[in-house]
């Protein structure tokens, strides 16, 4: 079976007293798409954020090609071959579409900008893409429609050579044919051998194009199932209470009362990943803190953001 | 406007055409896109130097029509030798305000600079080339000091430069002393700004430039044509290059006039020899913010400093470098204004000069929310304040009515830039 290329283990991530990620286990392969679903709040777009090096994680391991590797800063990420698309686009409004998507990359020749070439390859990934409603790649992000920016976050993305393409909602923003678009877009990148993840709120979406499915929920990774072994009901169960009949968290992770002895069953056929997401007597305890905003001080976050 | 390429951005006809290796357009339906783009930029509240350069066409109309004397070849010269030293620091300043921070030291700063270069050439006897260097180097200290604590510390940078704002001009107090004033005897720091080029070598100066100019615009262009790349209508170029050297070579021929009042005396005409160094300025800044990587992360970070850091762009290093720069502006403004003066005095760099550079920045069009300003928007609302300056005091108006015009002048500029923000945001461009 294939080897995942990315690979985290017991991942936990905590802004000041809130716990987002506990002990997550979440892999990618080359090849496939991975959805990564969970409700609002669950710690998909922190796991994302981890995996980019824009929060380092506070413990577990982090594994690339088979190999552990150290993800301090975004440049960490990017120099493996991982692009994201952020669920917040990342995108600076001043800029045109070209110096978004070549940002921190820009091509020179000397010291001066190429700003020719990378028109030129812009104009060509966007044409790959089929994108046909931006009049112009000079056009500054901000004359933008919120489906034209994700779209150029999204050009950004597949313009490197990468390995490892993480879209957050990608199609939050989308209409009916674009969505297509990237879902075709999507399926091309991991045709092409690369690993895809996928985040979205959309089951139908997920379930037409994912190869395998990661759900969290509040922040623990309640079950990793390949897409054949799975349906639309027991996804929402999953993402909804954290377990779905002999899959996902013991009933003590998930906060319920139950027999504390319970010990999940691994299912699926996809059981070494399953053993490593449900961990019976977990050291956290029997409650698991809510990880809502109202526990969330916005004060925590400060070390992490660039002053504004 | 912030794209690193000169032209305004240009739509590209119908959204059906391929986007690579399509069909030229005829030069008309080009230019046609061109103006569009261009009405739908200034709509969108980008407006650039538009508005300073109209402002500074009336105001140069109304005064020379109150006073014809304002309109003398050597009330010209003045112009540019008042307006030399705070052009200067708003070129700086506009790096500070791109990243939507602020320098409110950088007036004394070039006083600190300034007392420096008196005490090292005048007390010291220093070799001019030291002591140029130290001069130098005491701006780059301060601005890695400023940038140091707002980068990395994390003080906002209102209070860091208020805080170095009061420092410094008790800096400069304590070298040059209470009621004291130092002497600049150096014949080559005095020439900055009280000689002139002769006008030949002005207008040699004048060819290099205007060829300069329009060989950068041209070979752009080429560049681009050969990509298959959208370019600017030559009809535009054209214009826009004939305009900057018609406007230049009258300037260069109205200073090459004779404007001694009395020629048996002294003869005094020709290019003032801070022109020039200006003018480098403007071009080294136009060419680090335009066409360098490094400009390129500084309009990232004043945009969204968070989306540049996910783009590893080390953006404490952006934020310190500037303030860098500001201050090393501010420092060869210092030795502009000691030349001017003739002598360093406790008030050097203080009373209206940061008010005014400010001014000049935003004015220009550099926007105080950062993110949108060119290093020109400087020369142009320098231009503005010193006309300002001047004319209303040639009107017999006393400091007094000056600084409350000015005043009012920067708070309608900055209004502009707010309202001209908002509508960018209501009207999505
Ligand atoms: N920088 C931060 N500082 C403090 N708390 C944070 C920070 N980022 C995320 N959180 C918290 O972590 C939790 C998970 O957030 P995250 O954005 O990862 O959720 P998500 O699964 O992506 O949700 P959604 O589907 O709404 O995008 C939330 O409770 C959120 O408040
Ligand atoms: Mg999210």
């Known amino acids: ?308 | 406007m912030t794209s690193v390429t000169p032209e305004a951005p240009q739509l590209d006809g119908p959204a059906e055409k391929p986007a690579v290796g399509g069909p030229r357009r005829s030069p008309a339906d080009e230019l046609k896109g061109h103006l569009q783009a261009y009405t739908a930029r200034v709509r969108g509240g980008d407006m650039g130097s538009l508005p300073a350069a109209l402002g500074l066409v009336v105001l140069c109309a109304v005064f020379g029509t109150l006073r014809p004397a304002f309109l003398t070849a050597g009330n010209f010269a003045n112009l540019f030798t008042q307006g030399a030293v705070i052009t200067t620091i708003a070129m700086g300043l506009i790096f500070v305000l791109l990243l939507g921070e602020i320098d409110l030291s950088a007036g004394f700063a070039s006083g600190v600079a300034g007392a420096v270069l008196a005490v090292t050439l005048t007390k010291h006897g220093w070799p001019l080339p030291v002591a140029l260097a130290a001069t130098i180097v005491t701006g780059v200290v301060i601005g890695l000091v400023l940038g140091t604590l707002v980068a990395r510390v994390g003080i906002p940078s209102f209070v860091v430069t208020l805080g170095g704002f009061l420092a410094f001009q008790g800096v400069v107090l304590i070298i040059i002393g209470q009621g004291g004033n130092i002497p600049i005897t150096n014949e080559t720091v005095l020439a900055i700004q009280n000689n002139n080029l002769s006008p030949a070598l002005g207008w040699v100066l004048f060819a290099l430039v205007a060829a300069g100019y329009a060989a950068t615009r041209v070979l752009v262009a080429r560049s681009r044509r050969r990509k298959g790349l959208d370019t600017e209508p030559l009809v535009v170029s054209a214009v826009k290059v004939a305009g900057v050297v018609a406007i230049t070579a009258a300037a260069v021929a109205v200073l090459n006039e004779e404007r001694s009042r009395n020629v048996m005396v002294v003869s005094l005409k020709g290019v003032p020899i801070v022109v020039p160094v200006i003018v480098v300025l403007l071009a080294l800044g136009t060419f680090v913010l335009g066409y360098t990587r490094y400009g390129l992360h500084i309009y990232a970070v004043g945009g969204n400093a968070e989306a540049a850091r996910r783009a590893g762009i080390k953006v404490a290093r952006i934020r310190t470098s500037v303030f860098v720069i500001c201050s090393t502006m501010a420092a060869v403004a210092g030795i502009f204004a000691a030349s001017r003066a003739n002598s360093v005095d406790p008030n050097a760099g203080g009373s209206n000069t940061l008010l005014y550079a400010v001014g000049a920045a935003v004015i220009g069009g550099t926007s105080l929310f950062g993110g949108r300003g060119r290093i020109v928007d400087a020369v142009v609302g320098g231009a503005v304040v010193a006309v300002i300056d001047n004319g209303m005091g040639l009107l017999g108006y006393s400091s007094g009515v000056k600084f409350v015009v000015t005043g009012l002048v920067l708070v309608v500029a900055a209004g502009v830039d707010a309202l001209s923000r908002r509508r960018a945001a209501a009207s999505g461009a």
């Not at chain 1, 090096?53 to 120099?79: N, Q």
């Not at chain 1, 091509?107 to 104009?123: N, P, T």
């Not at chain 1, 000079?138 to 976050?153: C, E, K, M, N, P």
């Not at chain 1, 190869?211 to 009901?233: K, N, P, Q």
Request: net charge negative; with cysteine.
């Open chain 1, 1 to 308: 079976m294939t080897e995942p290329i990315l690979s985290l283990r017991q991942v936990n991530k905590s802004f000041g007293p809130a716990h987002v990620l506990k002990d997550v286990d979440f892999n990618a392969y080359p090849g496939e798409v991975m959805a990564l679903v969970g409700d609002n709040g669950a710690g998909k777009s922190t796991l994302t954020k981890c995996i980019g090096g824009i929060h380092p994680i506070d413990s577990g391991s982090y594994e690339f090609d088979g190999r552990p590797v150290r993800v301090h800063e975004p440049r960490d990420a990017s120099a493996l071959g991982i692009e994201i698309v952020y669920q917040d686009l990342a995108l600076c409004d001043n800029l045109d579409i070209v110096q978004n998507m070549f940002l921190g990359r820009e091509e020179r020749s000397g010291m001066v900008l190429d700003r020719a070439s990378m028109e030129e390859r812009a104009l060509q990934t966007l044409a790959g893409l089929s994108v046909r409603t931006v009049t112009s790649v000079r056009q500054r992000v901000a004359s933008l429609s919120g489906g034209q920016r994700q779209t150029v976050a999204i050009a950004r993305a597949v313009l490197w050579n990468s390995k490892v393409v993480i879209l957050d909602e990608p199609t939050a923003a989308l209409g009916v044919a674009q969505t297509k678009q990237v879902l075709d877009l999507v399926r091309r990148l991991a045709d092409a051998g690369l690993a895809v993840i996928l985040i979205s709120h959309n089951m139908n979406d997920v379930l037409s194009v994912a190869d395998r499915i990661s759900a969290l929920y509040l922040g623990r990774m309640a079950a990793e199932v390949r897409r054949a072994d799975i349906d639309h009901t027991r996804i929402v169960e999953l993402i909804t209470t954290g377990r779905s009949g002999d899959l996902g968290l013991a009933p003590e992770q998930t906060g319920e009362t139950g027999d504390p002895d319970a010990t999940p069953a691994a299912g699926g056929s996809d059981p070494a990943g399953e053993a490593d997401a449900i961990r019976p007597g977990d050291a956290i305890g029997p409650v698991v803190e809510p990880a809502g905003p109202a526990e969330t001080p916005t004060a925590t976050d400060t070390d992490d953001e660039v002053p504004a």
